[in-house]
Each structure stands twice: as structure tokens, then as C-alpha cells.
T-cell receptor
Framework: KQEVTQIPAALSVPEGENLVLNCSFT??????LQWFRQDPGKGLTSLLL?????REQTSGRLNASLDKSSGRSTLYIAASQPGDSATYLC??????????????FGEGTQLTVNP | DAGITQSPRYKITETGRQVTLMCHQT?????MFWYRQDLGHGLRLIYY???????DKGEVPDGYVVSRSKTENFPLTLESATRSQTSVYFC?????????????FGPGTRLTVL
């Protein structure tokens, strides 16, 4: 059974700092890995999707990397802003005939960026 | 507005009652999903559907029933609500499934079972 772990569970940084969020997964047989953002009381918003054949994806100040062999992904946020404060969730799409459409989520990292 | 909507946004019910949570998407996406989010467990998949009239169980399907008679709707029914089903429920959709495509999430329904 796939397990996804995110470290740290919470992170508080001053505005302008560069930061890294970590995600690890136990089964490397994945289709892709996705990073989501969740604001309090809201749904999830997709940030980046990395296919299993890719090493990284970038969108603006966000860069996500994937090392499938070691079961790890990182989300790098450059020049953090108070508006980046949210919970960041990592999810993997598992290979397999019956599970090809499933996402397994980590519990998230709650980020606070202080002005 | 186009997108994915859920109703109701908040629901309080009593143990043993039947409750239906609605999900509607305007993109004509093939895949739709139901998740529940609980402290200590993250998001867990309840059921998903690859197309109209095709549904399959996820990680935690017990106590839930789904149907998909139309592509755009994917209702989730709790046949006899229990306190352990108190949670936030999210519906999501995608065009190609999780294999190659982003999932788009609704705003969630907060359900409290007394």
C-alpha cells in the first residue's frame, strides 16, 4: 500500500525567504506526482504535476522535483510572500490496473509566511 | 460559471439518517472522485467514476453509495449516517484520470453527524 509522508508538518518563515517542502512515498511505481495548495475552508488547487518520466516542473516562483528511485519530491518556493500561506499537499498517482486513477495524499505541510 | 460545485456546503444531520451530497461539473470531464478529509488521515478516496454508469471503490467505501447517471453529476449518499462519517467531503474531476491529468477540486462539504 502506497504511503505518502510530508515533512515538516508545519513551517513558519519570514517574508522573502526561500523554502523547501519535502514529500516521500514508499512505492516508486507511480504515474505522476502532484502538488496542491489548500487555503483554510477551501478546496484544493493544483500547483504542479510531474510525470514519472520527468525530473522537475516549474511554475513562476515554484519548482518541484521528482526522484522516483528514492521515492522523494521537493517543492521549492522562491522569495516567499504572505499570500503563500496555506497548506501544501503532495499526492501520487499509483500504477496498477485497478488503481490507475487513484491519488494517495500526504497530510500536508502548513506554511505560514510572516510579513 | 464553469467549474465544479458541491452542495450543500454545510450539513448537520443525525445518526441513522440518509444524506446525499451533490457534485456537479461543467467541463464534461470523464473522471470524477469523492474524497474525505480528516485530521490525522489526510484526504482519502471514497469512490471514483471513469464515466457515466462506471464506478469503483476507493480506499474507504464502506457506508457510502454513489451513482453516475449523467457525466456531469456524481452524488454521494450516506445511507445511514454515523458519527465517524463526520468529515469534510471533496469532489474532484479530471479528463484523463490520475494517470496523466490534474484533478480539479470542488470547495467541499462540511458534514457533521450528531
Amino acid at each position: 500500500k502506497q504511503e505518502v509522508t510530508q515533512i515538516p508538518a508545519a513551517l513558519s518563515v519570514p517574508e522573502g525567504e526561500n523554502l523547501v517542502l519535502n514529500c516521500s512515498f514508499t512505492d516508486s511505481a507511480i504515474y505522476n506526482l502532484q502538488w496542491f495548495r489548500q487555503d483554510p475552508g477551501k478546496g484544493l488547487t493544483s500547483l504542479l504535476l510531474i510525470q514519472s518520466s520527468q525530473r522537475e516542473q516549474t511554475s513562476g516562483r515554484l519548482n518541484a522535483s521528482l526522484d522516483k528511485s528514492s521515492g522523494r519530491s521537493t517543492l521549492y518556493i522562491a522569495a516567499s510572500q504572505p499570500g503563500d500561506s496555506a497548506t501544501y499537499l503532495c499526492a501520487v498517482a499509483q500504477r496498477g490496473e485497478t488503481s490507475g486513477s487513484r491519488l494517495t495524499f500526504g497530510e500536508g505541510t502548513q506554511l505560514t509566511v510572516n510579513p | 460559471d464553469a467549474g465544479i460545485t458541491q452542495s450543500p456546503r454545510y450539513k448537520i444531520t443525525e445518526t441513522g439518517r440518509q444524506v446525499t451530497l451533490m457534485c456537479h461539473q461543467t467541463w464534461s470531464h470523464s473522471y470524477m472522485f469523492w474524497y474525505r478529509q480528516d485530521l490525522g488521515h489526510g484526504l482519502r478516496l471514497i469512490y471514483y467514476s471513469a464515466a457515466a454508469d462506471i464506478t469503483d471503490k476507493g480506499e474507504v467505501p464502506d457506508g457510502y453509495v454513489v451513482s453516475r447517471s449523467k457525466t456531469e453529476n456524481f452524488p454521494l449518499t450516506l445511507e445511514s449516517a454515523t458519527r465517524s462519517q463526520t468529515s469534510v467531503y471533496f469532489c474532484a474531476s479530471s479528463d484523463l484520470g490520475a494517470r496523466a491529468d490534474t484533478q480539479y477540486f470542488g470547495p467541499g462539504t462540511r458534514l457533521t453527524v450528531l
